[in-house]
């Protein structure tokens, strides 16, 4: 885990009050981190609630080491519409930190005892399936329904063997074929009750397979405040020549967000779709069709 991340000025600077009333949905989740400890997240949240009431917030996280003071706090900005996902893949502390390495149990389970008790947002448990919680998956669920939680979802994941591998072995892979057969995550979700908040997109038809250019994949900006057409984008697993010529172009910590998407740049990918489509993009979208 980095220690970077995005202060509430910088934020501010990007997503102005004028910026925020067309934004209706944010996802807060870290691709190389966490965003529950940016030391400035509490006070994020309450800006943009503060400048548009009614945008949608989905917050992503392992859920460990805040007090219950702190998620009461956080409760009390979210609404009805706001979503927060937990992502749990054990049901103790043995089990969940075999993946999510210095995790700790005991917190995260007080944290969504005290977010349930303060909010009305809709709590999500995520666990991915490993080799050491495939058979114990209906148990998971149950502790899910047993905390209150509004939905569980059982993500199937691609990302084994290769680099994890110990001695051509993965160790954490499941052995019992729960795996997903594209390079994409394979959610199953089961709903605990009848609310479930409305999920918004705006889906175009630009592009016979570039999910950024028809909207169907969010975009990303990173713990070093980098704009990108999606998350999978510049994740580090491939080399990306396109981050690398414009990366000062890119960064809210430099220029404003509508600067950065009203830059012509934006061209030159689109037509590299075409031509020339970076190694991400094809592994992601072209050849995940």
């Not at 997903?180 to 630009?206: G, N, Q, W």
């Not at 975009?219 to 070093?224: A, G, L, P, R, Y």
Request: hydrophobic share 40%; charged share 25%; proline share 3%.
């Amino acid at each position: 885990m980095v220690n970077r991340e995005i202060t509430l000025l910088e934020f501010q600077r990007a997503f102005t009050r004028d910026v925020l009333q067309d934004i209706h949905e944010i996802t807060f989740c870290g691709d190389i981190g966490d965003p529950i400890y940016a030391k400035d997240f509490l006070e994020i949240v309450r800006y943009i609630k503060s400048a548009r009431h009614n945008t949608s917030l989905i917050i992503v996280t392992n859920g460990s080491y805040k007090t219950a003071e702190w998620w009461t706090e956080l409760g009390s900005l979210l609404h009805i519409n706001d979503k927060v996902t937990f992502s749990i893949d054990g049901w103790n502390q043995a089990s969940n930190e075999q993946y999510r390495v210095n995790s700790n149990f005991e917190s995260i389970v007080a944290g969504a005892r005290a977010l349930r008790k303060a909010s009305s947002c809709s709590m999500n448990w995520s666990a991915i399936y490993f080799k050491f919680n495939e058979d114990k998956m209906p148990w998971i669920e149950d502790l899910a329904r047993e905390l209150e939680f509004d939905t569980f979802d059982a993500v199937l994941s691609s990302k084994f063997d290769g680099m994890y591998a110990v001695n051509g072995v993965d160790p954490l892979k499941p052995i019992r074929g729960y795996v997903a057969k594209t390079s994409k995550y394979e959610v199953h979700t089961s709903v605990f009750t009848k609310h479930v908040p409305m999920v918004l997109h705006r889906v175009v038809d630009r592009h016979p397979w570039a999910r950024c250019a028809n909207w169907t994949k969010e975009m990303f900006i990173n713990v070093d405040g980098l704009v990108f057409p999606c998350p999978w984008f510049n994740s580090g697993y491939l080399e990306n020549d396109f981050v690398d010529k414009y990366r000062d172009r890119l960064s809210i910590k430099t220029r404003t967000l509508k600067e950065i998407i009203d830059d012509p740049l934006w061209n030159e990918l689109l037509t590299r779709f075409e031509i020339a489509p970076l190694e991400i993009c094809k592994l992601k979208c072209r050849d995940a069709q």
